[in-house]
């Protein structure tokens, strides 16, 4: 991985960090109105029309849609949505700070897979930046039993199915365009989440709620373009780490947008996080100019 390559995966993840956040607050603005396999349904219905409309007046990419990896995209979005199923259960029911806190075990999985399956080199400075972004995390949420509800079992379940997720997502990167690897999530998982929701819930929305329809539809798209574009360019053990930036950033949103809670524990964790990025980035970055 060269140094632009580095740019490059840090301009990607910013693109998944805000379309994750922009998400969160589609599915909080939605959930009163519809369910969560509902909206997921909304998610990869607009996501399959933009991109197969897209495929139409852009002949290139329709020959992108054939792939011969289809099960292992079975196996990928299936997974993906049941994880994205409870993180969207956790949304509903807990804080933002909370969910994107506890879902942030996922980069420690993402990290060991990445070095079991993907082989992927495990050096100080990518420990490092896991562990400081983890106790960021318990800095942040300063769990007690309120945090170890139910619910936040909900989370730690998705963490596990995030993590598997990435991992398999890295994999496809080798043989699968972005707009191949998008297209199949969205199309495998439009009839698995519709098989689960009400037939005519459409019709339960209107005006109101467009805004947060689109908003599910865009991010949807942008989200999970951004981040497989960051697993193109770089390793799963570097890319995950930057995901530890949701959590000062999905703190501010929802004391913006919720009038959740917002303190000094917020910046102390974010400090953290950002300490352990950096220099894992900065490591990278050396070891890369020494090649």
């Not at 840090?10 to 589609?26: N, R």
């Not at 939605?30 to 997921?40: N, Q, Y």
């Not at 949420?141 to 997502?169: D, H, S």
Request: charged share 10%.
């Amino acid at each position: 991985m060269a140094p632009k390559q580095l740019v490059r995966v840090v301009l990607w993840m910013t693109g998944a960090l805000l379309s994750f956040s922009g998400m969160a607050i589609s599915v909080r603005q939605l959930a009163g109105t519809v369910s969560i396999m509902e909206i997921l349904t909304l998610r990869a219905g607009i996501g399959v029309v933009v991109l197969a409309a897209l495929a139409v007046v852009q002949p290139h990419l329709r020959k992108l849609i054939f792939t011969r990896q289809l099960p292992l995209h079975l196996f990928r979005n299936t997974i993906h949505l049941g994880g994205t199923y409870l993180w969207a259960m956790a949304i509903v029911l807990l804080p933002l700070a909370t969910v994107f806190s506890l879902e942030f075990t996922a980069p420690g999985w993402t990290l060991l897979l990445a070095w079991l399956v993907l082989h992927e080199r495990l050096t100080p400075s990518r420990i490092g930046a896991v562990v400081l972004g983890l106790i960021g995390v318990l800095v942040i949420v300063r769990p007690g039993l309120t945090t170890f509800q139910p619910a936040a079992l909900l989370v730690l379940g998705a963490a596990l199915t995030f993590a598997v997720t990435q991992i398999t997502t890295k994999k496809l990167t080798h043989t699968d365009s972005t707009f191949t690897i998008v297209f199949w999530m969205m199309a495998i998982q439009l009839p698995l989440a519709y098989a689960a929701s009400d037939p005519l819930f459409v019709t339960k929305l209107g005006l109101p709620q467009l805004p947060a329809v689109i908003g599910i539809g865009a991010t949807g798209l942008t989200s999970h373009y951004c981040l497989t574009n960051a697993f193109r360019w770089g390793d799963a053990s570097v890319v995950m780490p930057l995901d530890f930036m949701r959590i000062p950033l999905i703190a501010v949103i929802g004391w913006w947008f919720y009038g959740e809670g917002l303190d000094v524990f917020v910046f102390v964790g974010a400090g953290l996080i950002i300490a352990g990025i950096l220099w894992n980035l900065r490591s990278e970055a050396r070891r890369l100019a020494t090649k």
